[in-house]
């Protein structure tokens, strides 16, 4: 059984997104495969050099280095978004694969969830 | 995973999210749309799949239902037999 | 396919924001009627405020949180509050209220408090998951 998560807002506007991150550990600590696919503002999420400290908030770029570590198998990224925010691979942080179809990609999982 | 998959959204045509929706469509699955997603039943820029269903409920709240296709409808049974006819399903 | 088939419910659209908890409850009498079987309700993000025993509305609109729960009792059947996400937004069982020393707890009945662990079991045992966000 896997699982994609997708997170298709853009970081610290919103708290789903973070929703959808406790889902995808929490997925992983039952070592149950879990994946997340990042579309849209969310793509924001695997910027580097994010720095919320003034925001109040902590950063999300900081959990999301730690997604593998966890057992979070892919961390993807809607190739057609990236460009539309003028982000490159390079730009976003190591482990990040880009995919050019959302339609191929969620074909290739039992599940496919939003957490909000 | 070949399997078919149900597609579920309650998003108004025009969120993003109801766009993510139509592009996974494939061949075999079927739509249904509920609360603000029955907007696209007299959306004149979306076409919808020819299985969509829209509950009819929501239908009827917003005041598009009479000038939906009637086959399109339907109720709360026929969203759970659809929801038992596939086992994957996908609630945008 | 079997004839009976166990459903998982995730709510996470909050009453009086979304439609969410309506539409969820609709799905879940038509689920019964038919049949089937709700192996339990999991309230999620903004989704933990139909679980809220303060919740009063004025006397002519629906109650979502009574509805419920009068719902889920009658049925016997299991509801949780994501525990990460209730605390955050205040909704508070007596054993967490103790805990954190709280003035008061409101976790209505027959909601419990429960890690996302549930909803992961949800996934692996129920033969449908079916999701109810808000719409914006």
Redesign the interface.
């Known amino acids: 059984?896997s699982?994609l998560i997708?997170i298709?807002q853009s970081p610290y506007g919103s708290?789903?997104g973070r929703?959808a991150l406790?889902?995808t550990f929490?997925?992983a600590a039952?070592d149950?495969p879990a994946a997340l696919l990042f579309?849209?503002p969310g793509v924001h999420w695997l910027c580097q050099g994010q720095n919320a400290d003034n925001l109040g908030q902590k950063s999300v770029e900081k959990n999301l280095s730690a997604a593998s570590m966890f057992g979070v198998e892919d961390i993807l990224a809607d190739a057609g978004s990236c460009a539309r925010y003028n982000l490159a691979i390079e730009h976003l942080i190591s482990g990040t694969t880009l995919v050019e179809s959302?339609?191929d990609t969620?074909?290739?999982?039992?599940?496919?969830?939003?957490?909000? | 995973?070949t399997d078919t998959t149900l597609h579920i959204t309650n998003k108004a045509p025009d969120h993003?999210?109801f766009r993510?929706c139509l592009?996974?469509f494939?061949e075999g699955d079927a739509l249904i749309l509920m609360e603000d997603a029955v907007l696209a039943l007299t959306d004149q820029e979306q076409a919808l799949p020819s299985t969509s269903y829209a509950l009819s409920a929501d239908a009827q709240a917003r005041a598009v239902a009479n000038r939906a296709p009637r086959q399109q409808l339907i109720d709360y049974n026929d969203f759970v037999q659809l929801t038992a006819t596939y086992s994957?399903i996908?609630?945008? | 396919m079997p004839d009976t088939l166990g459903y998982t419910f995730v709510i996470?659209?909050a009453p009086w924001t979304t439609q969410a908890p309506q539409s969820a409850l609709s799905v879940a009498r038509a689920v019964l009627a038919a049949g089937h079987r709700i192996d339990r309700v999991f309230l999620?993000?903004?989704g933990v405020h139909l679980a809220s025993s303060l919740a009063s509305p004025p006397s002519d609109e629906h109650n979502w949180p009574h509805l419920w729960s009068a719902f889920l009792t009658e049925h016997e059947i299991s509801a949780v509050a994501c525990i990460?996400?209730a605390l955050r937004r205040g909704i508070v069982d007596p054993k967490e209220q103790a805990r954190y020393e709280l003035e008061s707890s409101n976790l209505r009945s027959p909601f419990e408090i429960a890690?996302?662990?549930e909803?992961?079991e949800g996934?692996?045992k129920s033969d449908r998951?079916l999701?109810f966000?808000?719409a914006n």
């Open positions: 059984m699982t997708i298709d708290w789903a929703e406790d889902m929490s997925l039952f149950q579309v849209g959302i339609r969620i074909a290739g999982y039992n599940q496919v969830v939003f957490a909000g | 995973m993003p999210r993510y592009s996974a494939k994957r996908i609630n945008w | 996470t659209g999620y993000g903004e990460a996400s890690g996302l662990g909803w992961v996934n692996l998951v999701y966000h808000g």
